[in-house]
């Protein structure tokens, strides 16, 4: 495993944001440094995989779910052009030049051996350069469709030259499904429809333009494209305006700019920006090279109508070709399980994140919560905090009393408003996609931004009698886990995983050496570190991410924290434990190091969150009814 730097480097990509301009409600930010990114794939557990023209394919890590990445790791740095990447039932592939290549389970730990995992399942893809940059993806119907172009501006392809093969996930049962395809550095599938959609990149040196990029539909295998018929669209370049083309050459349902070099896109499904988007193509427009005047290097939205038909092109985000200056050029994009875009830019060596209704970050300013003590809380116990300032905390009311419990929201002025109540006893409190989940006595809650309450997972679902749920910990993909303290004597005692589609997973039970697990910290894919009320301990659990029935691993780090509660980890990596029996807060440099205490003298340390400038740990004291900022920075 070898950590990486990007090209120009964050701060100087940053410096030029200002550049952009996009509809109202959007932001662009950078979420990572990746040398040469080009096509991006999610993996299982929310690392964003990346390959490049080069040797290397990366793993993108945001282990504290802060949408920036927090570390990028070379996992290959072999290959033949490694720029198509994919995942597929845990699995990822890797497009070459010459072949494709399998390596399981890459989110289980990215220090495995992934040159010696290598699986070549296909090794018959031309290995000429020209066009060589393969993008690669499974379709609904489980097979891998990969593009193949064509080695040359214009010439007669050979073989499955110029065209767009599909076959199973083992490499078998090899087909061509589209042909006179020039140069398809992009495909998606269409929700609703599941066709095929590919953008081609026209024939060069024909004048400035002339002819146009296409964004193609294949509803079926075996349709013709045109190429090299036809340049691009329905021009003809003049060696081959001659020559007779195929019958029913299928041609573009839209059109971009000549030139433009319309590369990947997705079609946007995401529930965080405007419902409009739902079911257009965001497409990156990498930008021209043979051209007087450079066109391109902005993000493009195709328009589609309730039939699933293009209805009109426009610009989304434009300005990184700013007074005829480029300062970068979008690859690709891929969409997040929040509903945010990541875009890939190869000459920058970043990738941005795209995101709708969420402050700028440069505009957001500490609250009052980051230097004052809150008082008159009805024992608090969990908080988070909101990119925009506010805090969100639990209030359990009167412990063991059903419907007093509710979820306050701290505002940066300091002042408090009750945001959602009729809870129990509320605990743990966790926050994705601007939704809030929250762990209540034998049931998890879903609260909106606008108060309502939705049960995403009722006692009947757990494997085993919830009987105290605690603490909340959300992943990159929005699966959320959340423990069961269990009785006094630690039965009962669980850690589950709710899935984004309600089902409820057990990943350790009572017979698992952790007694009353309670503060919950994601610790990298699918690793959890747990603190044990029961015992003061603090453990790591490795689970199987993608089995119903996860076989774990459960391990000892350190001990000596009294009632163990609240987990964090800061932008630096230290990592913080709350002792809430004695009112105690620990700071380690790593989670085997020795504890030093920060904090002492509460009544009961609850479970600890973060502020969002980073400066302050805050600190729910439960029994003196009172949020507490602990400066650490």
């Known amino acids: 495993m070898q950590a990486v730097s990007g090209f120009a480097g964050s701060a100087e990509v940053e410096a030029n944001l200002g550049k952009l301009k996009m509809p109202a409600g959007f932001k662009v930010e950078v979420y990572a440094d990746v040398p ?8 299982t557990n929310g690392n964003v995989y990346v390959g490049s023209r080069g040797k290397n394919v990366y793993a993108v890590v945001d282990k504290d779910k802060d949408h920036k990445a927090d570390q990028v790791v070379t996992i290959l740095d072999d290959l033949n052009v490694g720029n198509g990447v994919a995942m597929h039932r845990g699995n990822l592939y890797v497009a070459e030049q010459n072949r494709i290549t399998r390596y399981a389970a890459p989110d289980f730990d990215l220090n495995l051996p992934f040159k010696q995992m290598r699986e070549v399942i296909y090794d018959k893809l031309p290995n000429k350069f020209h066009h060589g940059w393969r993008y690669i993806a499974f379709g609904p119907d489980e097979k891998l469709y990969v593009t193949i172009g064509a080695p040359c501006n214009i010439c007669n392809p050979e073989g499955i030259e110029a065209s767009i093969i599909r076959m199973n996930a083992d490499g078998s049962d090899v087909e061509t499904y589209a042909k006179g395809v020039r140069n398809s550095v992009g495909i998606d599938f269409q929700p609703g429809t599941n066709t095929l959609h590919f953008t081609d990149n026209g024939v060069d040196m024909m004048g400035n333009d002339i002819p146009h990029d296409e964004f193609n539909a294949a509803p079926k295998k075996g349709m013709h494209f045109g190429f090299p018929f036809y340049a691009g669209g329905d021009a003809r370049q003049q060696d081959w305006a001659s020559k007779t083309a195929p019958k029913d050459v299928s041609y573009p349902v839209a ?7 319309n590369l990947g896109f997705k079609f946007y499904t995401g529930q965080q920006f405007p419902s ?20 391109g290097y902005q993000l493009m939205r195709v328009k589609y109508d309730a039939q699933h038909q293009v209805e009109s092109s426009e610009v989304f985000i434009e300005g990184w070709l700013n007074n005829g200056e480029v300062w970068g050029r979008p690859t690709d994009v891929l969409q997040m399980p929040d509903g945010s875009l990541l875009i890939s830019d190869d000459y920058n060596g970043v990738i941005y994140r795209v995101s709708y209704g969420e402050q700028a970050t440069a505009s957001v300013v500490p609250s009052k919560a980051s230097g004052t003590v809150l008082n008159n809380l009805q024992m608090p116990e969990s908080s988070i905090s909101h990119r925009d300032g506010r805090v969100f905390i639990t209030e359990i009311g009167e412990f063991g009393k059903d419907g007093d419990g509710k979820v306050t929201i701290l505002n940066k002025d300091g002042s408090t408003k009750t945001l959602a109540d009729g809870l129990n006893d509320p605990k743990g409190i966790d926050m994705f996609n601007n939704q809030l989940y929250i762990a209540d006595v034998d049931h998890v809650v879903r609260v909106d931004f606008d108060g309502k309450k939705t049960i995403i997972a009722k006692s009947s679902d757990f494997q085993d009698k919830p009987i105290f749920l605690n603490d909340i910990e959300i992943d990159g993909l929005g699966n959320v886990y959340v423990s069961d303290s269990g009785d006094d004597d630690g039965k009962h005692g669980a850690i589950y995983k709710i899935t984004p589609a309600g089902k409820v997973i057990q990943i350790v039970n009572d017979k698992s050496g952790i007694k009353r697990p309670n503060g919950l910290l994601m610790d990298g894919p699918n690793k959890l570190l747990v603190a044990d009320f029961g015992t003061g301990k603090l453990f790591q659990v490795v689970f199987d991410g993608a089995s119903a029935n996860p076989k774990t691993e459960v391990t000892l780090l350190n001990s000596g924290f009294g ?20 009112g105690k807060v620990w700071q380690l440099s790593e989670p085997k190091a020795t504890p030093q205490l920060i904090t002492e003298g509460h009544k009961s340390a609850a479970d600890i969150a973060l502020s969002v400038d980073g400066k302050y740990i805050l600190m729910p004291d439960m029994k003196a009814g009172q949020l507490i900022p602990l400066a650490i920075k």
């Open 36 to 43: 040469g990114a080009r096509q991006m794939t999610m993996g």
């Open 276 to 295: 409009e988007y739902q079911g257009d193509a965001i497409v990156a427009q990498h930008g021209s090279w043979n051209r007087d005047t450079p066109v």
């Open 563 to 582: 009632a163990a509660d609240g987990l964090l980890r800061d932008a630096d990596g230290i990592l913080y434990i709350s002792d809430w029996a004695n």
């Open 255 to 261: 059109e971009f700019q000549a030139h433009s070099a």
